[in-house]
């Protein structure tokens, strides 16, 4: 069925470079079985940390941002508009991914950076949804497209340097089990006990996935800028976790502002990275 000399087969195997970095996880992550153990033992750390670990609510307090000043009639202003960032880097991103010289050496490896820009999009829409009037029934429509964003992240990651059929066909199900765990938070919290922690480890699984997948060298170049994406995110987080004191330190910006802003600019990152990236040689 498939001619061997076909172009744009991927390569099943590729002898490890000397020098190369990380050659353990090069070697070892390059059969596509390896990858799917790998994914199979995120998703069984996930399942344990959601077995084991204790229920935890989304606290009461978290809907009360520093910043709730209005301003042309939008309740919480900056929080809401700042959610515009997603959309552009999510736009941009569809544009890059879509066009005809963007570097991908087969197709099935635009779907995940498709969806990941595509849940960029509606990551703004819920955000800012949310963000109008906070409370937990909105905050579903915040958290789905970002986990898809994470998810879909990972996979294309994984379809960049582990091995491309692994990347996309683990696509589905990864955003599927993201799905699953923002689901599952809002009905418990609908049912009145509320757990939050399969949510937190899948998020928390899929982040420290990405992080040690910058060690394996990509298929492409310009790969290490999932680093600062990473780094990205961490800001993000610092934002979100210092909400007040940086409104009181600006009087201008809130720290959740600032998430927003910078969470979006690690997507600008990954559409300048597929903008701007090439065929490894070799690879
Ligand atoms: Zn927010």
């Avoid at 307090?61 to 301003?71: K, L």
């Avoid at 849940?119 to 409370?135: C, E, I, K, M, Q």
């Avoid at 994984?158 to 059929?165: E, F, I």
């Avoid at 809130?254 to 490894?280: D, E, N, Y």
Wanted: glycine fraction near 8%.
């Amino acid at each position: 069925m498939t001619n061997p000399g076909s172009a744009g087969r991927v390569p099943r195997r590729r002898p490890p470079t000397r020098g190369e970095a990380g050659p353990f996880l090069a070697v070892k992550l390059d059969a596509p079985s390896t990858s799917s153990v790998a994914l199979g033992l995120i998703s069984l750390a996930a399942l344990a940390v959601a077995l084991f670990v204790p229920p935890v609510a989304q606290p009461t307090g978290y809907h009360a941002f520093a910043d709730s000043r209005p301003w042309l009639g939008v309740p919480n202003f900056l929080d809401v508009v700042s959610n515009a960032g997603f959309a552009a880097a999510g736009v941009a991103g569809l544009v890059v991914t879509f066009t005809a010289h963007a570097a991908f050496k087969t197709p099935m490896e635009r779907l995940p950076y498709a969806a990941f820009f595509a849940a960029l999009v509606l990551t703004a829409l819920g955000s800012a949804w949310y963000h109008l009037a906070p409370d937990n029934e909105r905050l579903f429509w915040d958290r789905l497209p970002m986990t898809l964003a994470f998810m879909s992240l990972l996979c294309a990651q994984l379809a960049d340097r582990v091995n491309a059929r692994a990347g996309a066909l683990a696509l589905l199900p990864l955003m599927l089990a993201g799905a699953a765990t923002v689901v599952y938070w809002r009905a418990t919290e609908r049912a009145g006990a509320g757990n939050l922690v399969p949510y937190a480890a899948l998020q928390l699984l899929a982040v420290a996935s990405l992080a040690l997948m910058v060690v394996v060298r990509s298929r492409y170049s310009h790969g290490g800028a999932i680093a600062a994406v990473i780094a990205a995110y961490l800001a993000a987080k610092l934002g979100e976790h210092y909400d007040r004191a940086i409104l009181d330190a600006t009087h201008v910006v809130s720290g959740h502002t600032l998430k927003h802003a910078i969470a979006a600019l690690g997507g600008f990152i990954v559409a300048w990275m597929v903008a701007c990236r090439q065929p490894r040689p070799g690879a």
